[in-house]
């Protein structure tokens, strides 16, 4: 059995929950890092020598960082609604995928996520955290202007480049900041919610990491 190693509060270890329950994979969760501990122990970093979450096993095929179980998981598991064997409409995903890792990411989870909610109203750095919530401001902007003729971002149905991207919105829309009035991205938002594993696995409370630099 698919064996997944994470917390389920942790952003990344969210996509990759939700991309499993997407293609109904059976398999076999074990908490890991935060409170639960884990990554530092000889067995884990055997597996990953970085000592991150998410990690997954799936019958002795072992693989680390978030994107990379994704579009493991889609090759595998996925085809052909997330896997496509046309390189260039696969890219289309891919591209995406990479955008939000580099792009929206950094701006989003750890610019406003990190530097406003997961850390301490004492130490917070507001000229970074507004640059921060500018560029997400930005960012949502350019997506809804994507989504203007399209359900999702890669077209008529869900793939693998609505998942890093989609992750981020549940925190984005529950967080006290401002946000740009985004009809498209609102709309999507809406039919990723209507999603059973989008709730179960991305839309819990994050309660937990107010003002924990340390989790």
């Not at 096993?57 to 996925?78: F, K, N, P, Q």
């Not at 507001?126 to 202007?145: D, E, M, P, R």
Request: glycine share 8%; with cysteine; proline share 7%.
């Amino acid at each position: 059995m698919l064996k997944v190693w994470g917390r389920r509060s942790s952003f990344n270890v969210q996509k990759v929950l939700w991309f499993i329950g997407e293609l109904g994979i059976p398999y076999e969760h074990i908490p890991a890092g935060g409170t639960f501990g884990v990554r530092d122990t000889p067995e884990f970093l055997a597996m990953n020598p970085h000592g991150r979450v998410p990690l997954i096993d799936d019958g002795g095929t072992v693989v680390w960082e978030s994107h990379s179980i994704l579009r493991y998981l889609a090759a595998r598991y996925g085809r052909p609604s997330f896997w496509d064997e046309d390189p260039g409409r696969q890219s289309n995903a891919d591209r995406w995928m990479d955008w939000s890792q580099t792009s929206l990411q950094p701006a989003f989870l750890t610019g406003v996520f990190w530097g406003f909610y997961r850390t301490p109203p004492a130490l917070r750095d507001w000229t970074a955290i507004k640059k921060s919530i500018g560029l997400c401001a930005q960012y949502v902007q350019l997506l809804n202007q994507v989504l203007s003729d399209r359900p999702f971002l890669a077209g008529d149905s869900l793939t693998l480049a609505d998942i890093p991207t989609g992750t981020n919105l549940y925190r984005y829309f529950e967080l006290e900041i401002q946000r740009p009035h985004v009809p498209n991205v609102e709309a999507w938002y809406e039919r990723i919610k209507h999603r059973v594993a989008y709730r179960e696995h991305v839309m819990i409370p994050f309660d937990e990491l107010r003002g924990r630099l340390d989790y």
